[in-house]
């Protein structure tokens, strides 16, 4: 009695051998663990990765679209925590989609999700070699390239556990460096003179239009990204039903603040970007450049030193929660069951997913530009968010199977009444409108590419399911 009352709390045991699984993973990760995870996930510097390209495609704001984004992933968010308490599994989005409205739609999302967590850390490891080049001219850029993606990806072999004992220690460094950085620019604005000459201007907020403003907000969910990530170590986690959805409101806040923080100062500085903007150079390291203009050349070195740091923790993240993606895709034999489901003994790790997430990373890294592939993550982003929005009202008002929130008992089907409903139907609807508005400010070149890819999903998924009709038992739900 005593035990069902712990997995009712999502306690120390969650059981998935009613979802036809068994426990691979060790169970290690607690909120902070998470929170960690998907901040480093997110990295706390991230807004130095796609700086350039935000201010290009906004006509003048970084700070604007940070905001809206976090807003934005917020309402999504509501549909996430609500969906791990319903199904506790590694899969992310697959899962969701996959148990809380059709198998079929599941894999779909999931197939199309897998650009993010392929091509983010793609243009992570790109965006470091650029950074690196900038102290380290005489290294080839591939070499550079296969140091922060290949090098980094590969520490994901010897286990998730590692990833926590460090990952709360980087976060701290992380954020640390953003913050100084921050004080900096902000010192050189106030007593310099610097930039616009002072602290409290509206320039940070110009943009060309709205449409221009729409797009970059979608190309700012790029950043957002690591709240997504927690939900592929639900198997990894000690109380996934509680901690899982802390973990992720955790994320989106402290990540909103960073990154509109870090937009908002940096643009003072920088004033006369539009003399610069046609640098690719400059717009890939937009914030080294301010950080030398700023703090001299040896805080340049200090700002790129803990933005390189934090970059590769960002990859080892990243490709942990890829992995897991291909992990929950491969035990469901949806993807080749001998290559995705296999589990190295003595690690724990899916190491084949690993092996193959870094293969394409350094091949993308070295094919590809920074634009068009931040812009094609943000396609998978945007088609699993709005998947899992209707996920949720589909599992509670259709399907009727949803249970009831951790303080009624985890109830299985549970129908919403009064006030939920807000909770359950309209956060979820709201969520999907914004997430639609956002996807038709996108690059046109990501919606072509993307769409191609979601064609091979779906011709892929009808060869393996013989035109829709089969599944694997436990996901014919």
């Known amino acids: 009695m005593a035990a069902e009352k712990i997995l009712a709390a999502g306690g120390l045991a969650t059981d998935i051998s009613k979802y036809g699984y ?29 700086f350039g390209l935000l201010l290009q495609t906004s006509g003048g704001t970084v700070s604007l679209p940070y905001l809206l984004a976090g807003v934005a992933m917020l309402f999504t968010a509501f549909s996430y925590s609500v969906m791990v308490r319903n199904f506790p599994l590694a899969g992310s989005v697959y899962s969701y989609v996959g148990r809380g409205w059709n198998a079929h739609l599941g894999f779909i999302a999931g197939w199309v999700l897998t650009l993010d967590y392929i091509l983010i850390p793609t243009v992570t490891a790109s965006s470091s070699a650029y950074f690196a080049q900038q102290y380290f001219p005489e290294i080839p850029y591939w070499i550079l390239l296969a140091i922060f993606s290949v090098g980094t990806g590969l520490l994901n072999l010897f286990g998730v556990e590692l990833i926590s004992k460090i990952g709360l220690g980087l976060l701290i460094l992380g954020e640390f460096v953003v913050w100084l950085s921050i004080l900096v620019w902000a010192n050189a604005v106030h007593s310099d003179g610097m930039g616009t000459g002072t602290l409290l201007s509206l320039q940070p907020f110009e943009f060309a239009d709205f449409s221009s403003l729409a797009a970059a907000t979608s190309l700012a969910i790029f950043s957002f990204l690591g709240f997504d990530a927690i939900t592929t170590l639900a198997e990894e986690t000690k109380r996934p039903k509680r901690d899982i959805p802390k973990a992720i409101y955790w994320c989106i806040g402290i ?40 703090g001299g050349e040896g805080f340049g070195i200090f700002f790129t030193a803990g933005y390189l740091t934090e970059l590769a923790v960002f990859n080892v993240v990243a490709t942990a929660a890829g992995a897991r993606l291909l992990y929950g895709m491969g035990r469901d034999n949806l993807l080749p069951k001998s290559v995705f489901a296999k589990v190295n003994k003595k690690w724990k790790t899916p190491h084949w997913s690993i092996f193959i997430i870094v293969s394409i990373e350094f091949i993308l890294g070295l094919s590809s530009n920074m634009a068009t592939l931040s812009n094609l993550v943000n396609y998978g982003a945007l088609f ?74 779906i011709v892929y998924l009808s060869i393996k399911t013989k035109g829709f009709r089969k599944l694997p038992p436990h996901l014919d739900l």
């Open 384 to 457: 699993g968010f709005a998947a899992l929005n209707l996920s949720v009202v589909w599992l509670y008002y259709v399907k009727k199977k949803g249970e009831s929130p951790l303080k009624l008992g985890s109830t299985p089907n549970w129908r919403p009444t009064g006030i939920r409903h807000l909770r359950y139907f309209v956060l979820p609807i709201i969520g999907l409108l914004v997430i639609l508005y956002v996807w038709i400010s996108m690059d046109k070149l990501a919606l072509l590419l993307g769409t191609l890819w979601l064609v091979v999903g």
């Open 22 to 50: 068994k426990q691979e993973f060790n169970r290690t990760m607690n909120v902070w663990q998470l929170t960690a995870f998907g901040l480093n996930y997110m990295v706390p510097i991230a807004p130095a990765i796609i």
């Open 255 to 294: 990540g909103t603040l960073t990154m509109f923080a870090c937009g908002y100062f940096g643009m003072l500085v920088v004033p006369d970007w539009k003399s610069h903007i046609s640098d690719e150079t400059w717009v890939n390291t937009v914030l080294f450049q301010v950080s030398k203009m700023t």
